[in-house]
Nanobody, 124 residues
Framework: QVQLVESGGGSVQAGGSLRLSCAAY???????????MGWFRQAPGKEREGVAS???????TYADSVKGRFTISQDNAKNTLYLQMNSLKPEDTAIYYC???????????????WGQGTQVTVSS
């Protein structure tokens, strides 16, 4: 069982930066560094989309819309996932969710564990 808790959302002007954090609480089974971890987002009226992921071997995958602006990272000693978001745009406004699942990486579908989400609002 894995519990994920996001933090770090907020409001920022276009061009600004935010860093999201996701603390993972693992109650039994595999250790944190065994999991694929990911960030997703859902904007009002739109479907949820994958933003970035990191696999146990540190392989990262990014959505085209955030490449070069967002960076996913993690601190295995702290069981914490991060998303550094730079050069934010109004279209980045969404609820951002942290997710986890065991390998292999399956793309943006079928992730097993989800956080509650944190709101990111980017104003023009």
């Amino acid at each position: 069982q894995v519990q994920l808790v996001e933090s770090g959302g907020g409001s920022v002007q276009a061009g600004g930066s935010l860093r999201l954090s996701c603390a993972a609480y693992i109650y039994y089974g595999y250790t944190y560094d065994s999991y694929c971890m990911g960030w997703f987002r859902q904007a009002p009226g739109k479907e949820r989309e994958g933003v970035a992921s990191i696999e146990p071997d540190s392989t990262t995958t990014y959505a085209d819309s955030v490449k070069g602006r967002f960076t996913i990272s993690q601190d295995n000693a702290k069981n914490t996932l991060y998303l550094q978001m730079n050069s934010l745009k109004p279209e980045d406004t969404a609820i951002y969710y942290c997710a986890a699942d065991l390998p292999p990486f399956k793309g943006w579908v079928g992730w097993k564990y989800w956080g509650q989400g944190t709101q990111v609002t980017v104003s023009s």
